[in-house]
């Protein structure tokens, strides 16, 4: 997203430039006086510049506005096979891929192996005060929906379940 942002400051800095450059042209091409026949070819040859230079600004934009969307759509895609789990104690030199299944095979009574989950760790620095949550990405999308649709065995426990939301900027006002 870094990125994106960079192109778009560029692009935004290119624009002021240009349309800096192109006032400070069309306020010369207006006091100059004499010459008026090579002044409105200039004026005109600058008019057809500007438009076509707004123009592809303006195509620039709507793509950078393209390439966001779409990095939004695969962004969301990628975490639809993700859970997080939150309030398994941490222990040193744990298998976090281990932990996570004896709490799903025992306490949502299902019955996961290994090859089950693909992307299996705790999130953010260890911290003594409160346990990291687990980020799990299952190998399917059912296997997901399958313990997210069990979650109610979590009651009355510490353990607890969520889905991480669509957590990407939303663009379009830059863009408008």
């Not at 398994?88 to 989950?117: F, P, Q, R």
Request: net charge positive; aromatic share 4%.
């Amino acid at each position: 997203m870094s990125q994106l942002a960079e192109v778009l400051s560029a692009q935004k800095s290119l624009e002021e430039c240009f349309m800096k450059k192109m006032n400070a042209l069309e306020a010369q091409i207006q006091t100059a006086g004499p010459a008026k026949d090579t002044v409105a070819k200039v004026a005109e040859e600058f008019r057809a510049f500007r438009d076509l230079v707004i123009g592809m600004l303006g195509l620039l934009r709507r793509q950078i506005g393209e390439c966001s969307r779409q990095l939004d759509d695969i962004e969301t895609r990628s975490r639809r096979k993700a859970l997080i789990i939150q309030g398994i104690a941490e222990a040193a030199g744990e298998d976090c891929t281990n932990v996570t299944l004896g709490v799903i095979n025992t306490k949502l009574g299902l019955n996961y192996t290994k090859s089950s989950i693909k992307v299996c760790h705790r999130l953010g620095q260890a911290n003594t005060n409160h346990h990291r949550p687990i980020l799990v990405r299952f190998a399917s999308i059912d296997a997901r929906m399958s313990v997210w649709r069990a979650k109610t065995g979590f009651r009355g426990s510490k353990v607890a379940l969520a889905s991480r939301g669509i957590v990407v900027e939303q663009l379009l006002h830059i863009f408008t």
